[in-house]
Structures are given as structure tokens and as C-alpha cells.
């Protein structure tokens, strides 16, 4: 990557961190201490540009993603499908049923309303529609709209009998981690309010989630109730990652500069153990028995899960999300339209 693309991408990860991944303007301090305007929108505009345009360098074939699919319109949101992967392709508001196989792909809804992020069990697929402000379930093809009216809703799970999503909020109104029955009904706040929340994930009858503003990471009843927070951490938690089995929790902080932290800690939050480094900030994050992966505005990387030194998977990429299944890394390329996939050992 050219030199002056990478401190761009660095800006733009730090601002995904500041929830401005969409455009607008921010400010950052230079080492003099005065204020700079950034322009997100540019900078993200430069980037994608690049990511369109250059190659790969020459990187060992282990390394080197295989295209799942192509051609495709802001595809983001991933959902695991047995042998497959769900995809949200925002641009042509739908989604789509991709093997990993690769191949032809399926569509398994259409004519939505700018699909943004996924959830899956039972054969049902669960869809949040940022702009909409719609979280919406797909059954047999049909689309049936389960919430209207949300705040930017974002990140979204479920455990079978219901589904949760964070509505991010807006500068005006905070935001929440919201839920309803997987069949319909009245939708209700899982926790709120809070100030941007991004991450989400369910481990039997909790809920985790990441927050903005007080900045830290916290959990609550699935049902409801007094959350469990921790604010004593490094920058602003973005994604987070449970595993009830080992009783870890694992979440990215992207940091405001020069990279961020990727964390460890037990299920009751009562510790802080950090995982690795990584320049550029992390965001997204999926972890097998061993290691933990996590994408940035360049790259896919791993880290052993107890900690150490980490390690660039796939150069040259930048993930709008990440999943693993079984032992296949998928991520999707919003500003190149693809559905990429490498086998992990």
C-alpha cells in the first residue's frame, strides 16, 4: 500500500472508532496540541478508491483470499449458513446466500430496504436496516418487519427465541440494546440509555455490549436489568466477542491513533488482560479454540488467545465484517463489492 494511502487508513480506522465511519467531519490533535479537521468523508473516499485499484502484492498462495463472490453492490453483514454464509448487499437491498465452496450464489430475500447487518438461526435470517431504522426477519423468502422506528440499529444476534440488536443512536437521542420475540410482538430495551453501542454478543442468559459513552464494555440480563460495566479500558470498545465454553470475552478498541488494543478478560468482566497490539486499529473479531482474528482498515490478522506477538493473515483487504465457519475466515469488501474467504489451519 502506497505510503500516503496507509496514514489514511489509519485516520479512517481511528474515526470508525468515533462512530464517523460514514462521513462527516472530525477532529484530531497533531503532536503541537492544536486541533486539525479531518475530513472523514475524503479520507474513506481515497481509501476505498485504493483498495479498488491496486493489486495484491505477492504474498504466500496460503495467504491469498479466494473470491466467494463478485460484482456486488456494498455488501457488508454476515450470518453463518451451514456450508454458506448470508451477505447483506446494501446497494441492491437484498440478501443472499453465498457457498463456501464458492459458486453460485442464492437470493434469499429481496426488494428490503438497505440491508446493513445479519443474524441467523432455525432457518429464520434476522436483518437490521440502518437507514430504515427497520430490524426485519426473513422466513422462507418473506420479509416481516419486527421493529420500526430504531435508532440506527446496528449489530444484531439471537438465540432462537429472540433477537437483540444495539441501536446506535444519534448526536440527539442514545442509544440502546433493544430485543423482541423471534415471532413479533412489542420490541423492549435490554439496557438503556447508552451513548453509541457497537458490539453485541449472547452467552446463555447475558447479554454483552460495548459502549460509547461512559466508554468500557458491559453486560446485563438477557431480559432486562442493571448492567455490569467496566470503564477502565483502553479507547472506545468497538467489537466484542463471547465464549461462554472458556469463559473468555474478548473485544477490540481501535484507538484514536497509531492502533489500538485487542482484550481479553473472564465472563463476570472482572479482569483485563490484553491480547496483542495492532497497527492499524482492530475492529471486527472471530476467534477459533486457539487464536483470535480480527480485521483492520488493512488487514486480517491473529494473535494466540492467551496473548503474544500477532500475525497478518490477509494483507491489503478491509473488512466491512468478519465470521468464521468451521475453519473458513469469510469477510465481505464493501468498497470492492466481494465476498472473500481463506482457510485457517
Do not use: K
Amino acid at each position: 500500500m502506497r505510503g500516503p494511502t496507509l496514514i489514511l487508513a489509519c485516520l479512517a480506522a481511528c474515526l470508525v472508532a468515533g462512530g464517523a465511519c460514514t462521513g462527516g467531519d472530525a477532529a484530531a490533535d497533531d503532536d503541537s496540541g492544536v486541533d486539525v479537521d479531518v475530513d472523514a468523508e475524503a479520507i474513506e473516499d481515497e481509501v476505498v478508491e485504493d483498495q479498488a485499484t491496486d493489486p495484491w502484492p505477492e504474498v504466500p498462495s496460503a495467504s491469498r483470499p479466494r473470491v466467494l463472490a463478485d460484482g456486488l453492490s456494498r455488501p457488508c453483514g454476515l450470518a453463518a449458513a451451514g456450508d454458506g454464509v448470508y451477505v447483506a448487499e446494501e446497494g441492491e437491498a437484498r440478501v443472499l446466500l453465498v457457498p463456501l465452496a464458492g459458486g453460485t450464489f442464492e437470493e434469499a430475500a429481496a426488494s428490503l430496504d438497505g440491508p446493513t447487518m445479519l443474524a441467523a438461526a432455525g432457518g429464520d435470517v434476522f436483518v437490521t436496516q440502518r437507514a430504515a431504522g427497520t430490524v426485519v426477519r426473513v422466513r422462507a423468502g418473506a420479509a416481516t418487519t419486527l421493529a420500526s422506528g430504531e435508532r440506527n440499529p446496528g449489530r444484531i444476534r439471537t438465540d432462537g427465541s429472540f433477537v437483540y440488536w444495539v441501536a446506535e443512536g444519534t448526536a440527539e437521542l442514545a442509544g440502546a440494546v433493544r430485543r423482541v420475540s423471534v415471532d413479533g410482538g412489542v420490541p423492549s430495551d435490554v439496557v438503556a440509555p447508552i451513548r453509541s453501542p457497537r458490539g453485541l454478543a449472547l452467552a446463555g442468559e447475558r447479554c454483552y455490549f460495548t459502549d460509547g459513552e461512559p466508554i468500557g464494555v458491559g453486560w446485563v440480563p438477557v431480559d432486562g436489568g442493571d448492567p455490569v460495566r467496566v470503564s477502565d479500558v483502553d479507547g472506545t470498545p468497538f467489537d466484542i466477542l463471547v465464549d461462554a465454553a472458556a469463559g473468555e470475552v474478548f473485544w477490540t478498541s481501535p484507538g484514536r491513533r497509531g492502533g489500538g488494543w485487542i482484550h481479553r478478560t473472564d465472563l463476570d468482566l472482572g479482569g483485563d488482560a490484553r491480547v496483542g497490539f495492532s497497527p492499524p486499529g482492530p475492529s471486527f473479531l472471530a476467534a477459533d479454540d486457539s487464536r483470535v482474528f480480527w480485521s483492520t482498515s488493512q488487514t486480517i490478522s491473529w494473535a494466540p488467545r492467551a496473548g503474544g506477538g500477532y500475525q497478518d493473515l490477509v494483507i491489503e483487504t478491509s473488512a466491512c465484517d468478519l465470521a468464521l465457519v468451521d475453519r473458513t475466515l469469510v469477510w465481505t469488501e464493501s468498497a470492492t463489492g466481494r465476498v472473500l474467504a481463506t482457510d485457517v489451519p
